[in-house]
């Protein structure tokens, strides 16, 4: 498992892909976590990159937060609306952990309030998921050919181009 700042620098292809759309969407993405049946669900969520960290953190209480303290495993998809992904896509997967660090939470916050005027300063965060990445892959076109990277942790990006 890998952390957001090391993923990114053995993965740059993708994250950076990742970091595009992710703030083209204004950082909506889908969340799959796996419901008490088995079953996969699909959620909306604003994923944040703090502090060399991908965080998983939103409204407590919800469906989806309930599904990832169960089963800590994830996949997380860039929205898109385009069929042809012409601007690209992105997924990463991996497992998450509820960080108890008033002070990570304290930082975070206040970065919130900075960057949105969204203001959770002295609220608890309960959970507070901090991601590591156990895979990842893209899909772009580029010079109208479908470029496909994927990554696993210690095998580098592997990029296929198709025509």
């Known amino acids: 498992m890998v952390a957001w700042k ?11 892909l ?3 759309r992710h703030a083209a969407t204004g950082h909506l993405c889908l969340l799959a976590t796996l419901r008490s049946d ?3 669900r699909i959620s909306p969520i604003e994923p ?11 409204m407590p209480g919800t469906t989806k937060f309930r599904d990832l303290a169960r089963d800590p495993r994830f996949c997380l998809h860039t929205a898109t609306v385009d069929p042809y992904a012409g601007e ?7 497992v998450v952990s509820d960080v108890r660090d008033v ?9 919130l ?10 609220q608890d965060f309960d ?4 991601a590591d990445l156990t895979g990842a892959s893209s899909v772009e076109l580029i010079d109208d050919r479908l470029t496909i990277t994927s990554w696993k942790p210690g095998e580098g990006e592997r990029v296929v181009r198709k025509t």
């Not at 090391?6 to 950076?16: K, L, S, V």
């Not at 900075?114 to 203001?119: L, N, T």
């Open 18 to 20: 990742f970091a595009r």
């Open 88 to 94: 690209g896509d992105a997924k990463l997967w991996g």
């Open 48 to 58: 944040g990159i703090f502090e060399g960290r991908l965080l998983l953190v939103g």
């Open 127 to 130: 959970p507070f998921f901090v």
């Open 113 to 122: 309030f900075q960057e949105s005027g969204f203001d959770l300063r002295g």
């Open 38 to 40: 088995g079953y996969p």
């Open 103 to 111: 002070e990570l939470h304290r930082r975070f916050a206040d970065h």
């Open 6 to 16: 090391d993923f990114a620098g053995q993965c740059p292809r993708i994250a950076q």
